[in-house]
C-alpha cells in the first residue's frame, strides 16, 4: 500500500494507472474507520484492478455548532486496517492542500440535498458534494462505493454524477450492524454505555415500520406515527425527523403502493444518528 498526501502526486498515479487499463475503484472516508468502511473497500477490491482510499475530515461539510474539531481521528490505526484490505493507495490530502487561500468554488445540489438531513444541516449536502467532485477529479475513479447508512447522500452523490456528467459508476453498498442492530458509524465512539444501549432505538423503530408494512399498513402517517411513539418511549432519544419517502425522490408519500426508505435522525444525548431501511414491498 503506498501513502499518497499530495495532489499531483494522486492525479499522475491514477492517470498511469488509466493508461494501464486499470479500473480504478474509490472509496470516499472520513476514517475512524470501521467494519463499515472495510466491507466498501472489500467491494472494491473485488471489482476493481486498483483500490483507493480516500481519508480526509472534511471541514465544508461540518456546520459552525458541529463536531468537526473532535471528529475522532486515527490515521494510524486507519492506515493498518487499509493495509489489511489490501487497499493499494491511501490518500491523505491536508485541508490546505484541498482547500487552499482563495479557493470559492462550492457545488449546491438542488432539492434533494435540502430536504431531511439538508435542511436541519444547512450546506452539509454542499461541502458534500464539492468534496466529493473534487476526490474524483483527484482520483478519476471509475467505480466509487458509498455506504446505504447514508442513504441520503448516495441519492445527492447519484444526482451530482448526472447533472456534472462524471464518467464514475455509483455503487451503494449494504449498511453494516453491530449485533443488537445499531448501524456501524463513526460517532458511535461518542456514545456512554447508557446511550450505547438507548442507541438501539433507531434499529428496532426500523424493524417496527418495517414490520407495519410486512403486515400489510398501507398509510405511511401511521407507520411514521408508530416509529415516532417507539422513539419517543426511549427518555435519552430526541427525535430530528422520521420520514416515510420515496426511495429516489426522498419525498414523502402519503399512501404507499411501492418500495419505500424510512430514515430516521435521531439524538441520542449530545450524539446525533441517523439510519434507515429500505422496504420493497
Ligand atoms: P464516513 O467516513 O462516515 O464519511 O463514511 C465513509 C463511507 O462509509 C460513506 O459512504 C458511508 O456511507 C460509509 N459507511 C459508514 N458507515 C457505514 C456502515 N455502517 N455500513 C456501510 N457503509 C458505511
Known amino acids: ?43 472494491a477490491r473485488k471489482r476493481c484492478d486498483a483500490v483507493v482510499v480516500s481519508l480526509f475530515v472534511n471541514p465544508t461539510q461540518f456546520g459552525p455548532n458541529e463536531d468537526y474539531a473532535r471528529y475522532p481521528r486515527d490515521a494510524r490505526g486507519d492506515a493498518v486496517l487499509c493495509r489489511r484490505e489490501k487497499v493499494d493507495l491511501l490518500f491523505m490530502p491536508t485541508a490546505e492542500a484541498v482547500y487552499p487561500e482563495g479557493h470559492d468554488t462550492q457545488i449546491r445540489v438542488g432539492r434533494i440535498g435540502e430536504v431531511l438531513e439538508g435542511a436541519l444541516r444547512p450546506g452539509h449536502f454542499s461541502g458534500v458534494a464539492t468534496v466529493v467532485a473534487k476526490l474524483f ?30 464518467p464514475v459508476k455509483i455503487v451503494a453498498c449494504p449498511t453494516v450492524r453491530e449485533n443488537d442492530g445499531l448501524a456501524m458509524s463513526s460517532r458511535n465512539r461518542y456514545l456512554s454505555m447508557e446511550e450505547r444501549r438507548a442507541a438501539r432505538i433507531l434499529f428496532k423503530a426500523l424493524q417496527k415500520g418495517k414490520a ?70
Do not use: C
Not at 499531483?8 to 472516508?29: A, C, N
Not at 483527484?138 to 448516495?154: E, H, L, S, W
Open 137 to 166: 477529479q483527484m482520483i478519476q475513479p471509475d467505480v466509487a462505493f458509498f455506504g446505504q447508512k447514508d442513504y441520503q447522500q448516495t441519492v445527492v452523490i447519484r444526482q451530482l454524477v448526472r447533472d456534472l456528467n462524471f
Open 1 to 43: 500500500m503506498r501513502l499518497i498526501r499530495t495532489i499531483k502526486q494522486m492525479q499522475d498515479l491514477t492517470s498511469k494507472l488509466h493508461r494501464q487499463g486499470r479500473i480504478i475503484g474509490f472509496v470516499p472516508t472520513m476514517g475512524a474507520l470501521h467494519e463499515g468502511h472495510l466491507s466498501l473497500m472489500r467491494a
Open 212 to 281: 407495519l408494512l410486512q403486515q400489510g399498513e398501507r398509510d405511511a402517517t401511521t407507520v411514521q406515527e408508530e416509529m415516532t411513539r417507539l422513539i419517543r418511549q426511549e427518555p435519552m432519544a430526541k427525535i430530528d425527523y422520521v420520514s416515510v419517502g420515496h426511495p429516489e425522490t426522498l419525498e414523502d408519500v402519503s399512501r404507499i403502493e411501492g418500495p419505500v426508505i424510512l430514515l430516521l435522525a435521531v439524538w441520542i444525548g449530545k450524539t446525533r444518528l441517523i439510519d434507515n431501511a429500505l422496504v420493497k414491498l
